[in-house]
């Protein structure tokens, strides 16, 4: 069992909690077996999440890795007591458990493929989708693009490196952002991250964005919880004739239930059902439409399957949320996404924001704004081990070791503070 912690470039971008560091955090976990049949996968990572998966390894080296019924188990027991109940009140989730177990399963799922000379989404129950759709994720965002240790080289077409690079903080510069995210990847829809502005502005970006890009193309907003009912309602109002989904305008259960009766439009959360333990509350309360489900924080992409089909019985639609990663998370996400049917909507994913790679090849190629689910046995992926170990070297040098959106915010604003309901 190899642990590489990685750091990748980021820019600054804008959130409910502050800002995002010039490095994303990610660590690459790689298992092999006695006859040498390699596995890998990707989680976010920060010092703790780390540690944990060091203090799981004397449960995971020597197990089978087809019997992960039993592997999580062993790292229920190994945890019991020391894993927080909830996620936390940053977009992120925080707890440690739900992210050694989705690592180790990737992994194992990956040398499974190999073995067998299946792939992943195979070994899921198969494949009811051959490509994978995926959204345009905009943010406001501080002008750069990330990185103070010599990363200059952006392999992404000129008018996106650009884009990239600028500042983005109206309507006018999220329209300029998303056309050239769109032309370089050729994604339909279109999700801005709010909470960060005052609500009308970012209100104005959205009908901006619907006049530039008309009605055929769907509309998604974040404010990542940090509105008021009111708020959420008054706004939500404004805009519910041009959303495909409204996503965590408020924080809680019973504050979305509240909005979701007083507008009538599809509400959608990464935020207030979390976890399998919150449905049957969400089912109660009527908290949200759409549960956009990650296998980093559900415990796997096996779990992932099952909460669509909990979705599929309770009348609830399934996707997908994001955070800043490489490669191997976005393939794990499209053999997911192609084993659920009842996933409705294109998934949110950080991957045009990020530039640097760990997997053989480089860069994974969008085809108008799609993923070909891959054929090759496992992931369909490998590691390219000299970029393993320079952004292995860069984690070394960056010196980031938690994710601090606040911290980040302070270095631009001293005075600023998170609340969890701004607005």
């Not at 994913?349 to 860069?363: D, F, K, L, M, S």
Request: proline share 6%; aromatic share 8%.
């Amino acid at each position: 069992m190899s642990i590489t912690p990685i750091a990748v470039t980021d820019p600054p971008l804008r959130n409910a909690v502050g800002l995002h560091a010039p490095f994303a955090l990610r660590t690459i976990i790689e298992l092999v077996t006695e006859d040498k049949v390699s596995g890998v996968s990707e989680i976010p990572g920060n010092v703790d999440i780390n540690a944990a998966l060091e203090d799981a390894r004397e449960v995971i080296v020597g197990a089978d890795p087809f019997q992960l019924n039993g592997l999580k188990l062993a790292l229920d027991d190994r945890f019991a007591g020391s894993e927080p109940d909830q996620r936390g009140d940053n977009p992120w989730d925080e707890r440690r458990l739900v992210h050694v177990f989705s690592a180790i399963e990737v992994a194992c799922l990956d040398i499974a493929g190999k073995i067998t000379g299946r792939p992943v989404v195979d070994l899921l129950g198969g494949m009811v989708r051959e490509r994978v759709p995926f959204a345009a994720y905009l943010f406001y965002k501080f002008e750069g693009a990330g990185g103070e240790l010599g990363f200059k080289t952006d392999p992404h077409a000129a008018a996106w490196a650009a884009a990239r690079q600028a500042e983005a903080l109206d309507p006018e510069s999220i329209v300029a952002q998303a056309r050239a995210m769109c032309e370089e990847f050729g994604f339909v829809p279109l999700k801005l991250k709010a909470g960060v502005l005052e609500p009308q502005i970012e209100v104005d970006t959205m009908f901006a964005l619907r006049e530039a890009f008309g009605p055929h193309v769907p509309l998604r907003i974040d404010p990542n919880g940090v509105w008021s009912v009111e708020t959420s309602i008054e706004y939500g109002r404004k805009m519910k004739d041009i959303l495909e989904y409204y996503e965590d305008p408020t924080r809680g259960q019973e504050a979305m239930a509240r909005v979701r009766k007083a507008l009538g439009i599809p509400m959608a959360t990464n935020m207030c059902t979390t976890s399998f333990d919150d449905i049957p509350r969400s089912i109660r309360l009527g908290s949200e439409d759409i549960i956009l489900s990650d296998h980093h924080f559900w415990g796997g992409l096996r779990a992932s399957v099952e909460l669509g089909r909990i979705c599929q019985t309770f009348g609830r639609r399934l996707s997908m949320h994001s955070n800043s990663h490489v490669g191997i998370s976005l393939m794990a996400m499209v053999h997911m996404a192609a084993a659920i049917p009842n996933i409705a909507y294109a998934l949110d994913t950080h991957y045009p924001w990020q530039c640097e790679e760990v997997i053989a090849g480089g860069r994974v190629e969008f085809e108008e704004g799609t993923i070909r689910v891959p054929r090759e046995p496992g992931l369909g992926v490998e590691l390219d081990r000299e970029a393993l170990a320079k952004l292995h070297d860069n984690f070394l040098k960056c010196g980031i070791t938690h994710r601090d959106d606040v911290g980040e915010m302070k270095k631009v604003h001293p005075d600023w503070e998170f609340k969890p309901i701004r607005w």
